[in-house]
């Protein structure tokens, strides 16, 4: 099995995954929001999703969404094929994009709504705390995007403070972040003196003999 990043290549399983994220939600009487063809295309072909593949069968996809100017990044739409299931792959899958997320918003917090206990141990080992609502974003597009969920009324009506969903948050430490960056500088820097003094070692015999054949040329216009 193998698990990537999405790219273009895997637009031709985005009808599946589609439909396997509506019939879901219908099963289970909650939560995905339905997205469209075109939403879920753009997250594949822009890389921002990660597609899990079986000899050239789709497993399993999630995909990545960004909120209040990047402040905030949620893992979305995870789902795996029912031929597939019970075999780990939620978790393999999780725990790819959650590292997609890390790699491109790095000081930005994780989070996620979600009624499976499931998902909740997979994000628990991941890092993510339970938190209250208001610790979320409060994007109104994202709160926008559960209104095609089942349980969206009673969002409204507990004035989107809590839900059925539970919500999840990762924070970022910030400050092993800055040291992690401080150290890569510097290392970079010392990369460069150092090509910089072999570069310099590599030319100055080339400078000394050209000093010297400029002595010796000098000396020898003299002597004639």
Not at 28 to 46: D, F, P, V
Request: proline residues 2%.
């Amino acid at each position: 099995m193998e698990i990537e990043v999405s790219s273009c290549e895997h637009l031709m399983y985005v009808s599946e995954i589609q439909q396997e994220m509506y019939d879901s939600a219908q099963r289970r009487g909650t939560g995905i929001a339905k997205r469209s063809i075109e939403y879920l295309s753009k997250k594949i072909s822009e890389g921002n999703a990660v597609v899990a593949t079986e000899n050239g069968e789709w497993v399993g996809f999630c995909y990545i969404e960004t909120w209040s100017h990047g402040q905030f990044v949620a893992n979305s739409g995870l789902i795996v094929s029912p031929k597939f299931r019970n075999r780990g792959v939620a978790t393999l899958i999780k725990n790819r994009v959650f590292q997609l997320s890390r790699e491109k918003y790095p000081t930005a917090k994780v989070f996620g709504l979600t009624t499976g206990l499931a998902v909740m141990k997979i994000n628990s080992d991941l890092g993510y705390k339970p938190v209250i609502y208001s610790e979320l974003t409060q994007d109104e597009e994202f709160w926008s995007g559960c209104k095609n969920c089942v349980n969206y009324e009673i969002l409204m009506m507990k004035e989107r403070k809590n839900c059925l969903c539970t919500a999840m948050l990762f924070v970022p430490d910030t400050k092993i972040d800055k040291e992690t960056e401080d150290i890569q500088f510097k290392e970079k820097e010392s990369n460069e003196v150092n090509r910089a003094e072999e570069k310099s070692a590599e030319e100055l015999p080339l400078i000394m003999n050209n000093n010297k054949k400029n002595t010796d040329e000098k000396e020898s216009s003299l002597s004639v």
